[in-house]
């Protein structure tokens, strides 16, 4: 597999340069992505837990407004 581009544009000459990323670009890249992907898997359990709650909730009777009516939301 070949690493990621990147592109460097400079601006006085308006020359385009491609290049695959080095070591440590591509070490930090790995790195990012790792951590990204761990976000949104923390952000998607977030999000099942909080429809599982409010199923919860509804399966009581209850809603959203009850809750902060009780000082509980």
Excluded: C, W
Aim: avoid cysteine; aromatic fraction near 4%.
């Amino acid at each position: 597999m070949s690493r990621p581009l990147i592109v460097e544009h400079n601006l006085e000459t308006n020359e385009i340069d491609e290049r695959e990323m080095n070591d440590a670009e591509y070490a930090t890249y790995l790195k990012d992505k790792a951590n990204f992907e761990s976000l949104q898997e923390k952000k998607e359990e977030a999000e099942a837990a909080k429809a599982a709650a409010k199923a919860k909730l509804e399966a009581l009777g209850l809603s959203l407004n009850d809750l902060k009516a009780l000082g509980l939301g």
